[in-house]
C-alpha cells in the first residue's frame, strides 16, 4: 500500500467514523517536519456501491498547514504523489449506510474500554454503533452484548450457546405457494426459531411459501469467499407437518437480507396448519 511513499508519524492521528464518514481529527506531518492539522472539509465519505469494497485512506497535504482526507480503490499506486501519506484502509458497507476503518499501525481509531459492575464495555471503529459488553455473570456464565444492542450471545455454565435477538424481529410473508388467503407467524430471531404456516385455498406446486426477512442483515467479512449467511436448515415442528413429504417444502438462501420457503414437486394441503423449526448458518 506505502512502496515509495512518504512514512509518516501516525502516532498523533487519530479518527472517528460516522455511517460512510471517516473525519480526523490528530496532527500528521507529510513529507516535512511540520505538523498539519486537519482542515475544516478533511473528512472523506465512501461514495461506492458495492458492500465490502476496500480503500486504502491518505492524508492529503493542504494550505497553510493542513490536510484532507481522500481514498482509493485498495492497492492502487500512488508512488508519484508526494503530498500525501497512507493513514489506514476502509471497508465499505453502502447497504448498511456505514464502513470500517482501520488505522495505520501507530494510529488510532476513538475507540475505547471501560469497565464496571456490568462488565467490561469496547467500543469499536465504528463509534455510531455504540458498545460491545462482555459479561462474567452466574449462573449465565459469559454474555456478550453487541454493539447496538441488536443481539446477545451468551455461553452459560454447562456450556450452551445461546442466541437472543435484545431488540428487532425478523418477519414473514406469505406467497402463493401457501395458497389464496394463507397466513404465517414467526417466532424467534434471525438464526434460529419456529415459523407456522396455514394453507388457504390451491397451494401453487413449486410456489414460494414465505419469505423472511432478517431484523439485521448478516454482514460479509472481508476478503470472505462466501456470502452469509450460506444455508438454512428447516425441521418438522409438529405432528401434522412431519406427516408431510420431505420433499414437500425446502429452504434457500436469498441475500445477506431474506431467505425464502418453497415448495418442492408437490404443492402443500390446502386449509391446514404446519409448522416448522429454523436454524440460520
Same mark, same amino acid.
Given at each position: 500500500?506505502?512502496?515509495?511513499?512518504?512514512?509518516?508519524?501516525?502516532?498523533?492521528?487519530?479518527?472517528?467514523?460516522?455511517?460512510?464518514?471517516?473525519?480526523?481529527?490528530?496532527?500528521?506531518?507529510?513529507?516535512?517536519?511540520?505538523?498539519?492539522?486537519? $482542515?475544516?472539509?478533511? #473528512? @472523506?465519505?465512501?461514495?461506492?456501491? %458495492?458492500? &465490502?469494497?476496500?480503500?486504502?485512506?491518505?492524508?492529503? =497535504? +493542504?494550505?497553510?498547514?493542513?490536510?484532507?482526507?481522500?481514498?482509493?480503490?485498495?492497492?492502487?499506486?500512488?508512488?508519484?504523489?508526494?503530498?500525501?501519506?497512507?493513514?489506514?484502509?476502509?471497508?465499505?458497507?453502502?447497504?448498511?449506510?456505514?464502513?470500517?476503518?482501520?488505522?495505520?499501525?501507530?494510529?488510532?481509531?476513538?475507540?475505547?474500554?471501560?469497565?464496571?459492575?456490568?462488565?467490561?464495555?469496547?467500543?469499536?471503529?465504528?463509534?455510531?454503533?455504540?458498545?460491545?459488553?462482555?459479561?462474567?455473570?452466574?449462573?449465565?456464565?459469559?454474555?456478550?452484548?453487541?454493539?447496538?444492542?441488536?443481539?446477545?450471545?451468551?455461553?452459560?455454565?454447562?456450556?450452551?450457546?445461546?442466541?437472543?435477538?435484545?431488540?428487532? $424481529?425478523?418477519?414473514? #410473508? @406469505?406467497?402463493?405457494?401457501?395458497? %389464496?388467503? &394463507?397466513?404465517?407467524?414467526?417466532?424467534?430471531?434471525? =438464526? +434460529?426459531?419456529?415459523?407456522?404456516?396455514?394453507?388457504?385455498?390451491?397451494?401453487?406446486?413449486?410456489?414460494?411459501?414465505?419469505?423472511?426477512?432478517?431484523?439485521?442483515?448478516?454482514?460479509?467479512?472481508?476478503?470472505?469467499?462466501?456470502?452469509?449467511?450460506?444455508?438454512?436448515?428447516?425441521?418438522?415442528?409438529?405432528?401434522?407437518?412431519?406427516?408431510?413429504?420431505?420433499?414437500?417444502?425446502?429452504?434457500?438462501?436469498?441475500?445477506?437480507?431474506?431467505?425464502?420457503?418453497?415448495?418442492?414437486?408437490?404443492?402443500?394441503?390446502?386449509?391446514?396448519?404446519?409448522?416448522?423449526?429454523?436454524?440460520?448458518?
Amino acid at each position: 500500500m506505502t512502496v515509495g511513499l512518504p512514512i509518516g508519524n501516525t502516532n498523533l492521528f487519530t479518527a472517528g467514523v460516522t455511517n460512510r464518514t471517516i473525519t480526523p481529527y490528530g496532527p500528521i506531518p507529510i513529507n516535512d517536519g511540520r505538523q498539519r492539522s486537519p $482542515a475544516a472539509n478533511a #473528512a @472523506v465519505t465512501l461514495t461506492g456501491s %458495492t458492500d &465490502g469494497a476496500q480503500y486504502d485512506v491518505y492524508a492529503v =497535504q +493542504a494550505p497553510p498547514n493542513q490536510y484532507t482526507l481522500m481514498v482509493q480503490p485498495l492497492g492502487t499506486n500512488m508512488s508519484a504523489r508526494r503530498d500525501i501519506v497512507a493513514v489506514g484502509t476502509a471497508t465499505d458497507y453502502p447497504s448498511r449506510n456505514t464502513c470500517r476503518f482501520f488505522a495505520r499501525v501507530g494510529g488510532a481509531v476513538d475507540s475505547f474500554m471501560r469497565s464496571d459492575v456490568d462488565g467490561i464495555h469496547f467500543r469499536n471503529a465504528n463509534p455510531q454503533y455504540g458498545w460491545t459488553t462482555v459479561r462474567w455473570d452466574d449462573p449465565l456464565g459469559v454474555q456478550f452484548l453487541f454493539s447496538q444492542g441488536v443481539q446477545q450471545l451468551i455461553f452459560d455454565q454447562w456450556g450452551h450457546l445461546i442466541v437472543n435477538n435484545v431488540s428487532g $424481529a425478523p418477519s414473514v #410473508a @406469505v406467497g402463493i405457494g401457501a395458497g %389464496t388467503g &394463507g397466513s404465517a407467524t414467526i417466532t424467534g430471531g434471525d =438464526q +434460529a426459531g419456529k415459523i407456522n404456516i396455514k394453507t388457504g385455498n390451491s397451494p401453487v406446486v413449486g410456489g414460494i411459501v414465505a419469505t423472511i426477512n432478517f431484523s439485521h442483515p448478516f454482514s460479509i467479512p472481508p476478503g470472505s469467499a462466501y456470502t452469509y449467511p450460506t444455508i438454512v436448515l428447516i425441521t418438522p415442528a409438529d405432528q401434522a407437518t412431519a406427516a408431510l413429504s420431505t420433499s414437500l417444502v425446502y429452504a434457500t438462501v436469498l441475500s445477506a437480507s431474506q431467505w425464502q420457503m418453497q415448495s418442492g414437486v408437490s404443492a402443500l394441503p390446502p386449509t391446514g396448519n404446519y409448522t416448522w423449526n429454523y436454524f440460520v448458518l
